[in-house]
């Protein structure tokens, strides 16, 4: 989703501005802009790639100027075209605006300022604040911006710009994360971390409602009572290299292939002597023992980690688990109770659907645990506790570390649940222990079916629709493996429960139609089997992902992939690689752009 950048310093900015843009692509967008100030504010903006406004920018030699603004753009009001990009300038000239998020209120104060004689450019909401920011200016920055949003509605970063104050950057959040990047002689503003990563390694994060004035040789954090406030620095601890690409094409693969890394760091560092450390959680053992159901809240792969977790919690601990999507749990009344759990996840801990379950959760009294990958993130902070994926920076669009140490620490939670609530006993929970600590090594042998898979993508990457299908937690982890192939590939692909497939979906079954079954659950596996059988009567070519010793499957299917033999509740961690691989090469296949899929956000900040 849309990212800013910002600069103020000694050194020309628009270097810096395009370079930290560049470092927020992979959040998604469909246009860029950057507006810097020397004697007055020079803008570029342009549709399409940051490549193509890197090249305006050349044409004219560069824009002068040590302080500026920059933004990606994702449409949400207007279509993505030069004139909606931002940034957005004030009709005087004297006010430019960057921002991510969503002013609810912006038609009737752009009806305001009409009426007053304001002529509006764009079709943005965002337009409105450059406007009223300069309508309501009485020479006082700060004292103007806490007027403006005053009268603004709905979730917001902002960076802006004043002609009156050559010097000075100003910037505000609320619902739309922002940090503060400090430098030598330089300090800058950005949407995300990586945006800043090349120049500084220290940052505060703005809170919801605080403002922030920048300058070269300062930066002040004040409230909107203009209280000053003090801040800790953050510093990045994860090292720079974690957000390159590191020799891979694309990052996509590059974290496909650290997934292994990822879960020995995420799993490794909580099994301990026989237990598992949970970071310093709040919730009481008392509290595990009477929890009474358990709301699981998410979105996209989030989402899909939590029916995975669903399986395993009600499996280990006998607590009913609902799992819903945030942006249908928010609206829809939930039923619930001060002893139920929330646990959100998300990856980016920024998703505007999934931070509004939180709070809705929290308003009614229900404790809320997070899994997050991203540290200090906006859900991590709300949450009355976090657990961390570890998972390090992830870059590319399509998530694939992110989901993995998801499920990784939805099965920590169910196997400390269980053992706290003696739904299983210890002899149970150390081999369900050593189970989670070899799945990294197992999932890095899957990667010698690289070259399978994408010889099975060259194969079928014409075809226009793909069917994944399992039963139980195989289920689940098929609703992942088709979203991976639709995100970046493009090609219509649905999951099904197999069971399911005979009320209807088997219609669309025709000669050479892929369908991809995952069948690992021992209970499960004939019925699957038969299932296959169904639709390979009707022509369709079957791909079998199965565990090692399941090779009778080898007579029915046309093509099988094995797993590393595991127990049953943890089969998802492996089945889902085969298809992450898969899905990367048909997109590359179809000349996709792996890390920035049409239409997709990393980070989706907006309802
Ligand atoms: C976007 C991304 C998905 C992701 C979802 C939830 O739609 O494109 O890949 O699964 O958001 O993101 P989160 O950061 O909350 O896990």
Not at 103 to 106: F, L, R, S, V
């Given at each position: 989703m849309c990212g800013i950048v910002g600069y103020a310093g000694y050194h020309e900015a628009a270097p810096f501005l395009l370079a930290g843009l560049q470092k927020l692509e992979y959040r998604g967008y469909d246009s860029a802009g950057i507006a810097v100030f020397s004697d007055k504010v020079r803008t570029m903006k342009s549709q399409g790639r940051l490549a193509t406004l890197r090249e305006k920018v050349d044409a004219v030699g560069g824009i002068p100027g040590t302080l500026g603004i920059g933004h990606t753009r994702w449409a949400t009001h207007g279509a993505p075209n030069d004139i909606n990009s931002h940034p957005h300038t004030s009709m005087s000239g004297r006010i430019t605006v960057v921002h991510n998020g969503i002013?609810?209120?912006?038609i009737p104060l752009k009806e305001e300022l009409e009426s007053q004689g304001v002529v509006f450019r764009s079709e943005t909401d965002t337009e409105v604040v450059a406007q009223l920011f300069d309508k309501l200016y009485d020479g006082d920055l700060v004292g103007t911006l806490i007027q403006v949003i005053g009268r603004i509605r709905g979730s917001y970063a902002l960076g802006i710009l004043c002609t009156?104050?050559?010097d000075t950057l100003l910037a505000v959040r609320k619902d739309s994360p922002m940090i503060i990047g400090l430098g030598e002689h330089e300090n800058y503003i950005a949407s995300d971390i990586p945006a800043v990563l090349d120049h500084t390694r220290r940052y505060y994060l703005l809170n919801d409602n605080e403002i922030a004035v920048i300058k070269a040789d300062s930066v002040e954090l004040m409230d909107t009572d203009r209280n000053p406030i003090q801040r800790d620095v953050y510093t990045v601890d994860y090292d720079i290299s974690a957000a390159e690409k590191g020799g891979y094409d694309y990052f996509m693969m590059k974290e496909i292939k650290e997934q292994p890394m990822a879960l020995r760091t995420c799993i490794g560092s909580r099994i301990d002597n026989g237990d598992i450390r949970l970071d310093k959680i709040r919730l009481t053992e008392e509290q595990i023992k009477n929890i009474g159901r358990i709301h699981i809240v998410a979105c996209g792969s989030a989402w899909h980690a939590g029916i995975v977790g669903k399986y395993v919690i009600e499996e280990l601990t006998r607590i009913p688990v609902e799992v819903d999507l945030a942006s249908e749990f928010r609206y829809r009344r939930p039923i619930l109770s001060r002893n139920d759990l929330c646990i959100t996840i998300s990856q980016?801990?920024?998703t505007a659907d999934t931070l509004a379950a939180l709070r809705e959760a929290k308003a009614n009294d229900v404790h809320v645990l997070s899994i997050v990958n991203?540290?200090?993130s906006s859900i991590a902070r709300e949450s009355d506790d976090v657990l961390y994926t570890m998972a390090g920076p992830e870059i590319a669009v399509a998530t694939t570390k992110g989901y993995s140490t998801q499920l990784a620490v939805l099965y920590l939670l169910a196997l400390k649940f269980g053992k706290i609530r003696q739904t299983i006993d210890q002899k149970t929970a150390e081999k369900l222990m050593h189970a989670m600590e070899i799945l990294p090594d197992q999932l890095e042998r899957l990667f010698a079916d690289e070259e399978a898979l994408k010889e099975l993508a060259k194969q079928h990457a014409a075809k226009d629709h793909v069917f994944v299908i399992g039963r139980g937690i195989d289920y689940g982890a098929s609703l992942e493996s088709s979203l991976k192939l639709k995100e970046i590939s493009y090609v219509h692909s649905e999951a099904y429960a197999a069971g399911e497939l005979k009320h209807g979906t088997i219609s669309l079954i025709e000669e050479g139609t892929l369908v991809v079954a995952v069948a690992t659950q021992d209970q499960l596996y004939e019925k699957l089997v038969s299932n296959v059988k169904e639709v390979k009567a009707r022509g369709a070519y079957v791909v079998a992902i199965v565990k090692e010793d399941c090779t009778d499957i080898e007579g029915v299917a046309d093509q099988v992939f094995y797993i590393p033999k595991t127990e049953d509740i943890f089969t998802s961690t492996l089945t889902v690689v085969p298809m992450q691989l898969f899905a990367y090469y048909t997109a590359i296949e179809r000349g996709c752009d792996v890390d920035k899929p049409r239409n997709l956000a990393k980070s989706v900040t907006v309802e």
């Open positions: 002013i609810e209120n912006y009156d104050y050559p980016s801990g920024e991203a540290v200090g």
